[in-house]
């Protein structure tokens, strides 16, 4: 079994902007594997399903992003399924818009999901998928900029980007992370 976690903040006010592009990843997942997320549990909603003939989980915690790790953990836990089998997408201010970048572990670079999860997992070592939203210019405050819409020129390389995960997340299903990595990078 495989979980795919997208970051994200619940409602509206949050929907389409720079610190949801996880929550946005797990949706155009869910449209393409054909995957409901239709399940509420452990403070989030899930869906399942089969690709390639693996068991695939996507996952939105509905925490904020601040608390992830409280519905991540147990969500594991209650399905057993190991560290190994976790990816985490999430928004990353060091990567251009349009870029994404896999890592087999790391700090949390400043990101509170990403802390989060670190703390509730105990560690850094996990499988994750940053999607690049580049930084504010102009000294616009980090908390605007992320908690902001993208630009009008940004979009299509956002939805680019959300296309290049989605693939990365069904290579994932048949080949190993790392054989994704070199893929994808």
């Known amino acids: 079994m495989k979980v795919i976690v997208g970051l ?106 990403i802390k989060s999860l670190i703390q509730h997992l105990g560690t850094p070592e996990f499988n994750r998928i940053r999607v690049g939203v580049d930084r504010p210019q102009n000294g616009e405050s980090i908390v605007n900029y992320v908690l902001g819409t993208y630009d009008p020129d940004e979009r299509e390389q956002v939805k680019e980007s959300i296309i290049q995960t989605s693939k990365a997340v069904e290579a994932w299903t048949t080949k190993t992370f790392l054989e994704v990595m070199n893929e994808f990078n």
């Open 8 to 113: 994200g903040n619940p409602g509206v006010k949050y929907a389409g902007t720079r610190h949801n592009v996880g929550f946005d990843c797990i949706d155009y997942c869910a449209k393409e594997m054909q995957i409901e997320l239709d399940e509420s549990k452990f403070k989030g909603v899930f869906g399942k399903g089969i690709i390639n003939g693996e068991k695939v989980f996507l996952l939105k915690p509905l925490t904020y992003m601040n608390l992830s790790g409280e519905c991540v953990r147990p969500f594991i836990d209650y399905f057993n399924i190991d560290i190994k089998d976790v990816v985490v997408i999430y928004d990353d201010m060091d990567l251009p818009v349009g870029k994404i970048r896999l890592r087999q572990k790391g700090s949390a670079g400043g990101h509170n999901g």
